[in-house]
């Protein structure tokens, strides 16, 4: 199903011209067939005799109906919109359509769980996919209340943003609707009050045989507030209730403090459901989450550290973003930054995870660095002139970048001043829109800085910072020891080819030195704050301070910029990495070394053999978990392929020394554990994880369905195990999970037969569903690339794999909805090599008038590889010279 389009221009026109009233939608969800009946009627006010526009993707328009005229199907109807001639000041619109399920994670998702085959239904619409289930215009500041009538199986429970009501008998409506397709004792009616003005995207319909439990807190207000959890029947023994009600409680009250706003809904129910492509969405009162924070095994404390995250995100929204919404797409950072700086705030420090913001400096704030430094970097207030440029739009700079430079923000103009300018502003743009200036305008107020400056700098413009310290020393005058003589500061651009040089910002930090405190541990001796506005400052406090063991630039992670340490100082740091008393500061470190990995100013192999040697001494699950998956990266794309099997090998064995000498069952020893399953190479390795496959408990390990599953798709990647193993273990576990990994390991087998199935089903089965896709795409990646830097040959009739990628990419954006296109425009990429970057190059040169939103992750896709081949270049570089001094 094809993507639509539209600019900015056409919503500002639009919405000049019209004002939305009310919006009544009769939904009849019989969760069978490939479509859905919707009657539409909507009242609106527009200029006299204008035309406008309203959006629809539909499966079929049977009426519509303007101010009483039946309007020609044939003449008003087009592919995703339906226009609208000859408007009066006052106008109700009627439409009777029926609209697809769909099964991608777009519009109203439909779900069918192999566990006992019911139905599950679900609504998700940021940013344009509400018109897939009724007609709406679709746009964010054209905000309506919206009544919900939903006609479904008297045995389900249909959730929407207003508390559900008791369901009754829709016979009256059915007949009214004249409609033959739902019969009515098999049938209830659940009619929804209307909702406060809220935007279309933020609507919600969850429908199905969900289970629930309930619980009520009570606001700031006095008022009390329902509270919802949600999922489904074959999950529901794994929902931990009194943890999520702990967390949300602790953010109610916590936001409600902080913002001096009461929240704005009448209930909230958080619903986990199956297939969702994001981690949450912030419906109003009705949150959708990612049912994988259902844990029905053993999770990672980091997982269960970003769902508390995840849960304080969505809620902060119910401020930023529903109560007050940007008034177009560009404004996104309004919503997303604001909801990521509030719930890492929440957490640190209003659950037990007082340390998010070290799991922020290594998670998010890294993903930032990436994003901004790729091709398609952009301001935080980006500029977007259609639907097209929004949609790949949700990424690190928006989310990551845009609350770190919020962080920054609240320090500059004080916290007491920043959150009585947020609730000046709640109060004064209620249930409207807003820009960028209305909210720099109620903190200029309340903090009595000019914002002008550091809004150009921060938000209006692109790009990073390199920060490094410049520092001299010489002997002191006293006892001849040395001291530091001089320490300068400074900033340069880091450019990107292709984009704007980024200027100079201002950046409050503090420079670190750290030294031995004679018990072998490296402590911080000396702190100095610094407002760092120009190229360069002195540092006058810290001359005649002795000699440190290492200076850490960015101390503390206070500001948003690449740092480089001195030579000595990296070195130092690098070698005594577990001396350090904190775990910021250790992750501090290693990000660095890790970004100097990236720009190929490091060897990989410097940072694996750095990692190996102190992965001891990080506790810290999120920042551990980073450091694992940094080391996946390192191996299989910033090595050159013909090493890589080795290091596997030597990391695995590493890694098992690790498992064996830490606390049994704890945390740090279950990531060593997976890392064992992930890099295990040698025939002695997977040998061990056969004999694991086949346990019940491995030092202090529990080996549950899940662990199970990650031992058998990597020893499917070894072809190690045969299909009835796959097929053996898909019969123990028949849940759509277990359906999602047997995928995977049958994609997974490193032979011509595997991939070639794995990927002619992608690209023929366009009806997949988003989950089975995703599923299919992990497995086909791995082991894709053999030894020699050449992909697994494919089978007839398939040319090799990476002509197939970049002969079929343009036709996946025109006849696959964006989520997923981007998928396979993503995942399917060939990994990294000469000929995949000329490919690449060559098919961004022959396609300039591509759809944006494909151009972008191309060249995103293409400077990934460049920079994969450059690291690669310096690891050859490196070794070319060992071996020539031997």
């Known amino acids: 199903m094809p993507q639509y389009n539209l600019t900015r221009e056409e919503a500002r026109s639009r919405s000049s011209h019209i004002t939305v009233q009310s919006y009544e939608h009769t939904l009849i969800l019989t969760g069978v067939g490939e479509s859905f009946r919707v009657r539409s009627r909507i009242r609106f006010t527009a200029d006299p005799e204008s035309e406008t526009f309203i959006d629809a993707i539909t499966a079929s328009v049977e009426r519509v109906q303007l101010n009483g005229l039946h309007l020609e199907i044939g003449e008003v109807v087009s592919p995703s919109r339906i226009t609208l001639a000859g408007l009066a000041a006052e106008n109700e619109l009627v439409i009777d359509a029926h609209f697809f399920y769909m099964n991608t994670g777009e519009g109203l998702h439909r779900f069918v769980d192999?566990?006992?085959?019911?139905?599950?239904?679900?609504?998700?619409?940021?940013?344009?996919?509400a018109r897939r289930v009724f007609p709406v215009f679709e746009q964010p500041d054209l905000k309506a209340p919206f009544s919900f009538t939903v006609i479904a199986p008297e045995q389900w429970t249909v959730v929407s943003n207003s508390p559900t009501p008791t369901p009754g008998d829709p016979a009256e409506i059915l007949s009214d609707l004249d409609a033959e397709e739902a019969a009515a004792e098999d049938m209830a009616v659940w009619q929804f009050a209307p909702t406060t003005p809220i935007s279309s995207y933020i609507t919600a319909i969850v429908a199905g045989p969900y289970r629930s439990v309930h619980s009520e807190l009570v606001s700031s207000d006095?008022?009390?507030?329902?509270?919802?959890?949600?999922?489904?029947?074959?999950?529901?023994?794994?929902?931990?209730?009194?943890?999520?009600?702990?967390?949300?409680?602790?953010?109610?009250?916590?936001?409600?403090?902080?913002?001096?706003?009461?929240?704005p809904f009448e209930k909230y129910d958080q619903l986990f459901v199956p297939e969702f492509n994001a981690g949450a969405m912030e419906n109003a009162g009705a949150v959708t989450i990612l049912e994988n924070y259902i844990f029905r095994s053993r999770p990672t404390e980091a997982l269960v550290e970003r769902r508390t995250v995840t849960v304080l995100h969505e809620l902060a929204h119910m401020w930023f973003g529903d109560l007050v919404t940007m008034r177009w797409w560009n404004d996104l950072w309004l919503n997303e930054s604001f909801a990521e700086f509030m719930s890492t705030l929440a957490t640190a420090e209003a659950t037990k995870y007082s340390d998010a913001w070290t799991t922020f400096a290594t998670i998010e704030k890294s993903w930032a660095y990436r994003q901004d430094q790729l091709p398609s970097t952009h301001p935080i207030v980006a500029p977007i002139e259609d639907l097209a440029d929004v949609e790949v739009n949700f990424d690190g700079i928006t989310y990551a970048k845009g609350a770190s430079v919020l962080k920054q923000l609240v320090a500059w103009v004080g916290r007491a001043e920043f959150f009585a300018g947020l609730k000046t502003y709640f109060d004064t743009h209620a249930w409207s829109n807003t820009e960028l200036g209305d909210l720099l305008r109620e903190l200029e107020a309340t903090s009595g800085r000019d914002l002008t400056t550091w809004s150009k700098l921060w938000l209006e413009e692109s790009g990073v910072n390199l920060i490094e310290a410049d520092v001299a020393y010489g002997p002191s005058a006293d006892s001849g020891a040395e001291v530091v003589e001089r320490l300068t500061v400074t900033q340069k651009p880091w450019a990107i080819e292709g984009q704007p040089?980024?200027?100079?910002?201002?950046?409050?930090?503090?420079?670190?030195?750290?030294?031995?405190?004679?018990?072998?541990?490296?402590?911080?001796?000396?702190?100095?704050?610094?407002?760092?506005?120009?190229?360069?400052?002195?540092?006058?406090?810290?001359?005649?301070?002795?000699?440190?063991?290492?200076?850490?630039?960015?101390?503390?992670?206070?500001?948003?910029?690449k740092v480089r340490f001195d030579a000595e100082s990296l070195a130092t740091a690098t070698a005594r990495l577990s001396d350090f008393d904190d775990s910021l500061t250790q992750l501090l470190v290693l990000s660095t070394l890790w970004d100097g990995v990236r720009d190929a100013e490091i060897p990989a192999r410097d940072y694996i053999d750095t990692l190996l040697s102190h992965l001891a001494a990080i506790t810290h699950s999120s920042g551990l978990l980073t450091q694992m998956r940094q080391l996946e990266t390192a191996v299989g794309a910033y090595l050159p392929p013909a090493e890589r099997a080795e290091a596997h090998t030597r990391i695995a064995d590493r890694l098992g020394e690790l498992f064996e000498a830490a606390p049994a069952g704890t945390d740090q020893a279950f990531q060593f554990f997976r890392g064992i399953i992930r890099h295990a190479e040698s025939e002695e390795q997977i040998e061990?994880?056969?004999?694991?496959?086949?346990?019940?408990?491995?030092?202090?390990?529990t080996i549950d369905t899940d662990l199970r599953w990650e031992l058998l798709i990597a020893l499917s990647n070894h072809d190690a195990v045969d299909e009835s193993a796959i097929a053996d273990m898909a019969a123990v576990d028949p849940s759509a999970t277990g359906q999602r990994q047997a995928a995977t390991a049958r994609a997974a087998r490193a032979t011509s037969a595997a991939k070639s199935s794995a990927f002619t089903r992608m690209i023929d089965e366009i009806e997949m569903p988003n989950s089975e896709l995703g599923a299919l795409a992990a497995g086909f990646a791995m082991g894709l690339q053999t030894g020699d830097g050449e992909l697994i040959p494919a089978e007839a009739p398939l040319q090799d794999f990476a002509t197939e990628y970049f002969q079929r990419i343009s036709g996946w954006w025109e006849t696959r909805t964006l989520e997923m296109a981007q998928t396979m425009t993503l995942r399917l990429f060939p990994p990294a090599s000469a000929q995949t970057v000329a490919a690449a190059r060559t098919w961004?040169?022959?396609?300039?008038?591509?759809?944006?939103?494909?151009?972008?992750?191309?060249?995103?896709?293409?400077?990934?590889?460049?920079?994969?081949?450059?690291?690669?270049?310096?690891?050859?570089?490196?070794?070319?010279?060992?071996?020539?001094?031997?």
């Open 114 to 129: 192999p566990i006992d085959d019911a139905v599950y239904l679900y609504s998700q619409f940021e940013v344009p996919d």
């Open 501 to 561: 040089e980024p200027s100079l910002r201002p950046h409050r930090l503090a420079i670190g030195f750290y030294s031995d405190n004679g018990e072998g541990r490296l402590v911080r001796t000396h702190t100095f704050p610094l407002d760092l506005d120009s190229a360069e400052a002195d540092v006058p406090e810290a001359v005649g301070v002795p000699r440190p063991a290492v200076i850490v630039v960015n101390d503390a992670d206070l500001t948003y910029a």
């Open 844 to 886: 961004l040169e022959e396609h300039p008038a591509a759809p944006k939103g494909l151009l972008r992750l191309m060249r995103e896709n293409l400077a990934d590889a460049e920079r994969a081949l450059a690291a690669q270049r310096t690891s050859s570089d490196i070794e070319d010279l060992s071996k020539n001094s031997r």
């Open 688 to 701: 061990t994880l056969r004999t694991w496959l086949d346990a019940q408990e491995v030092g202090g390990i």
């Open 222 to 263: 006095g008022q009390p507030v329902p509270l919802g959890l949600y999922c489904r029947e074959s999950l529901f023994e794994h929902l931990d209730a009194e943890n999520l009600f702990a967390v949300t409680r602790a953010g109610f009250e916590f936001f409600e403090r902080e913002f001096g706003v009461p929240y």
